[in-house]
């Protein structure tokens, strides 16, 4: 494949050669906003011309969160402006409902150079790389608390009655996680004085996220 031997300047010598992108890994916590960077997307290009544009190949599942372009939300297909992303305007929002999501959305991408598709010598050049790339954005778990509920149990007068795993369980619920949600770990007294006569009531499952 021939090089050109004048970047950027108008005055190519030889056919506009794709550019390549890396593929990234980065992290956000749940509910959090994450800013796209330039150096998320890796733009190289070996004729040293300019990263003008990301294409999209496939958008983050919507179930994990969107990505948006200033105000919007980016479509699919579409073509991001480079610039955009170097002035922080593109940004991955985690789903937030029902509940606020966990997981790893995948952006699929191409990038695209400034340097044209002009044939030169009898070649015609690209400025798409013709190999997709994938930024994989991670929203981690932050631990929302569980709901409980008032119960009764029944016991008669002078017969002391001792606490029960379930009698606290079957109204634990932990609906703010993502299913099954974090298991029940302890039973804190509120005020009953019987209560905290007792020693902690402790449930053997562990938590598990
Ligand atoms: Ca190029
Ligand atoms: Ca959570
Ligand atoms: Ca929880």
């Known amino acids: 494949m021939t090089l050109k031997t004048v970047a950027g300047t108008g005055g190519r010598l030889a056919a506009n050669n794709p550019p390549d ?13 994450y ?22 190949v496939t958008l983050p599942s919507a179930s994990i969160g969107v990505l948006f372009d200033g105000g919007n939300a980016v479509g699919a297909g579409a073509s ?9 305007l ?17 952006f699929v991408f191409k990038v695209q150079d400034d340097g044209g598709t002009a044939v030169i010598g009898g070649n015609t050049g690209v400025d798409l790389d013709p190999t997709a790339n994938t930024l994989t954005i991670n929203v981690t778990p932050i631990n929302d608390p569980p709901t ?10 002078d ?15 932990d609906p703010l996680d993502p299913a099954p949600g974090n298991s029940f770990a302890a039973s804190r007294s509120a005020r009953s004085a019987s209560m905290a006569a007792c020693s902690p009531i402790t449930a053997s499952r562990p938590s598990s996220a």
């Open 148 to 157: 409980g509920g008032d119960g009764a149990v029944p016991t008669n007068e």
């Open 90 to 106: 593109v940004r991955f929002i985690p789903a937030t409902s029902p509940i606020k999501a966990n997981g790893a959305a995948q």
């Open 159 to 173: 017969v002391t009655y001792t606490f029960k795993v379930a009698d606290f369980t079957n109204n634990f619920a």
């Open 35 to 56: 800013v796209l960077t330039a150096a998320d997307i890796g733009f190289t290009d070996v004729d040293g011309d300019h990263f003008q544009a990301v294409k999209v």
């Open 80 to 88: 991001i402006p480079a610039a955009d992303i170097i002035n922080n």
């Open 21 to 33: 992108a890396a593929n990234n890994t980065v992290n956000t916590s749940e509910a959090t906003t």
